[in-house]
């Protein structure tokens, strides 16, 4: 309730700057993006998180899934460092060495961003089904389920909150990063910031991060629903008491 | 039912978890594979069913090599319990019991009615209460009653047990072997059972396997494994307090002898005096005019003349015939004359026990089938 709160005092503070920042309307010689291209923006920043975010989950899944196998278990180690490095990579190269991989654009930065925030759901969705306990995974087998069955009957379900955890992280992530997109012509918000920053005009740059913080904001307190609501009531129950006893 | 041939298991390492282990268990028997941790006797239990393949050695269950079959038809016709954390905690009651008849491919209305069955059977009623609810939802023993419940799920005729009582509270755990010895009574399975807990083995166990290093070291009912222990190992194993464990599996009825002699109250005191020089008895129960125990008679207090219905010691406690003799030595010592009557429904004498009767039994200990004749 409190966070709640907090939320949404937040989300007005940051409304308010964005509308204020578009309300006065010039700085001096420099035009600040009017509402409606500022409008335009804030869709194109929602379409390419939305894409690559796609894309990141669709193959960070099974990605996450294949390595958890146990025939699969020489390349966890292998993982956990590339998921390591990976993360400390800055943004910014990343989305550099694609421009020039693939030429500026959308695509490149949409390919960018999803070899970026891949990384946490990979992660997530080895940890969560690796973590399931070794007596329920044989539990399963004694009972005479195939492999397969105790994945999607027993493993995935059990390994969804962190499966969605790892989504929500990598959402957030993909909020922050598409900024940076801007930079290589693909639009979004960050093309407000990046011209902000060329012009050195704060109002400029506020314009454009405002609106991209409320945006992973929403985004994250959306996921953390989805994420509840996508967890099996049973485990939800038993999380909740797992809790409650400590 | 079940025969293990010279089975070993090597785990990669080196490790010699089962050594040249050979065990038969009949239809129907209740074996209670026993040891310290580390014996090797959770191994032997997973290599029944194919969870720990076999190094060496051949294993049959019911006439066929377990290697002969796909090894989740094989896992299917036997049921397996482990302790509680083995419930799958995003499923329901119902869904967890049903999870071999639906693998099975059992039609939903009787996966459903097999479920509220089980349920009722192990004591979880009203059974559609349970059906929906989630294992968090249930206590440390009623998660047990439905891990066992669950590996019943397909009626399957043998039972895998691995230490499914472990993790609960001692008086839930009694309360639960005795609910399970009743259920097994009358379905009859053939159960393995590991155990690392002595008193259960003798308890539940029609033969108890016990195990040491890997290797066999014992395979008898509990009542020769208490009585003829084969080494110091097992000497140590089922304790100093052996003798009194071994009263557990003898019923009162099996050492009460014939109908005991006995005073009435509508006779002298006189006579009484005179029954007992004769007996060289210094106490006897007294029964009404009909039969029922109503106390005892003792030379102390039988002085006098009179009749035996005025001087009569009022009784304390009672036996029954199907009292396990440890609980009969129990209420012996809060007896006032040190004896114990029994007495039938109808609270008839039928037998007497005393500490002679216990000695008695001590010193020859009883033949293994009248274990199985123990009412919990």
Redesign the interface.
């Known amino acids: 309730m409190r966070r709640n709160l907090i939320l949404v005092v937040l989300l007005l503070g940051l409304a308010s700057v964005t509308a204020w920042v578009t309300h006065i309307g010039r700085v001096g010689f420099f035009m600040m993006a009017p509402p409606e291209k500022l409008l335009a923006a804030l869709r194109e920043h929602v379409e390419i998180v939305l894409v690559a975010e796609a894309i990141a989950i669709a193959v960070g899944i099974p990605l996450g899934l294949l390595l958890s196998r146990r025939s699969f278990s020489r390349g966890a180690p292998i993982l956990s460092a590339i998921t390591s490095v990976g993360q400390t990579v800055p943004t910014l190269a990343l989305v550099g060495v694609f421009s020039i991989m693939l030429g500026l654009g959308l695509r490149s930065a949409i390919v960018a961003l999803a070899v970026y925030t891949v990384l946490p759901i990979v992660r997530n969705t080895y940890a969560g089904l690796t973590s399931v306990d070794a007596r329920v995974r044989e539990a399963a087998r004694g009972m005479g389920m195939s492999p397969a069955q105790t994945l999607w009957r027993v493993e995935f379900p059990l390994a969804v909150p962190l499966i969605m955890a790892g989504i929500r992280t990598s959402t957030v992530l993909n909020v922050g990063s598409a900024a940076v997109a801007g930079m290589i012509g693909a639009g979004g918000l960050g093309e407000i910031i990046m011209t902000g920053v060329s012009l050195r005009l704060v109002e400029m740059i506020l314009q454009g991060a405002a609106p991209t913080a409320a945006l992973a904001i929403l985004l994250d307190r959306l996921l953390e629903t989805i994420g509840t609501r996508a967890t099996p009531r049973g485990l939800r129950l038993a999380l909740r008491r797992e809790l409650a006893e400590r | 039912m079940i025969e293990l041939r010279s089975v070993t298991k090597v785990f990669p390492g080196g490790a010699r978890a089962v050594d040249n282990v050979s065990l038969q268990i009949h239809q129907g028997e209740f074996c209670v594979l026993l040891g310290p941790s580390g014996c090797g006797k959770t191994t032997t239990l ?1 290599m029944i ?1 194919r ?1 720990v393949p076999l190094t060496a050695g051949e294993i049959h269950v019911g006439d066929r090599d377990i290697r002969s079959l796909r ?6 016709r036997i049921g ?1 319990a ?2 509680e ?8 009651v119902a869904q967890n019991i049903a ?2 008849p639906r ?1 099975l491919g059992w039609p939903a209305a009787r996966r459903r009615a097999r479920a509220h069955d089980l349920l009722e059977l192990l004591g979880l009623t009203p059974a559609d209460d349970y059906l929906r609810r ?4 249930l206590s440390g023993g009623q998660r047990q009653r439905v891990g066992v419940a ?1 590996a019943l799920g397909a009626d399957p005729a043998i039972l ?1 047990m691995d230490e499914p009582f472990g993790a609960i509270d001692p008086i839930t755990r009694e309360r639960l072997q005795d609910e399970f010895l009743r259920i097994q009574n009358e379905i009859r399975k053939t159960v393995v059972f590991v155990t690392h807990d002595i008193h259960e083995a003798i308890k539940l166990g029609d033969r108890v396997a016990l195990m040491r290093d890997g290797r066999l070291v014992q395979h008898a009912p509990p009542a020769q494994l208490l009585s003829q222990p084969a080494d110091d190992f097992v000497r140590g194993f089922v304790g100093t307090d052996r003798t009194l464990k071994s009263l557990r599996l003898t019923a009162v009825r099996d050492v009460m002898g014939a109908s005991p002699a006995r005073a009435r109250i509508g006779d002298t005191l006189v006579a009484a005096r005179e029954a007992m020089d004769k007996l060289g008895k210094t106490v006897l129960p007294v029964a009404d005019d009909e039969d029922t125990f109503v106390g005892w008679i003792s030379r102390t207090v039988a002085t006098g003349s009179g009749l035996v219905g005025a001087r009569v010691i009022p009784y304390l406690v009672l036996g029954s015939p199907g009292m396990p003799l440890n609980e009969a030595l129990a209420l012996m010592l809060e007896s006032a004359t040190g004896q114990l009557a029994i007495v039938d429904d109808e609270r008839r004498l039928v037998g007497l026990v005393t500490f002679e009767t216990l000695f008695e039994r001590v010193r020859r200990p009883p033949e293994p089938p009248s274990a199985s004749e123990v009412q919990p």
């Open positions: 997973k069913n969870l090894v989740t038809d094989l896992r299917r397996y482990i302790q954390v083995g419930l799958f905690p995003h499923m329901t999870i071999v693998l989630y294992p968090a939802e669950r895998l």
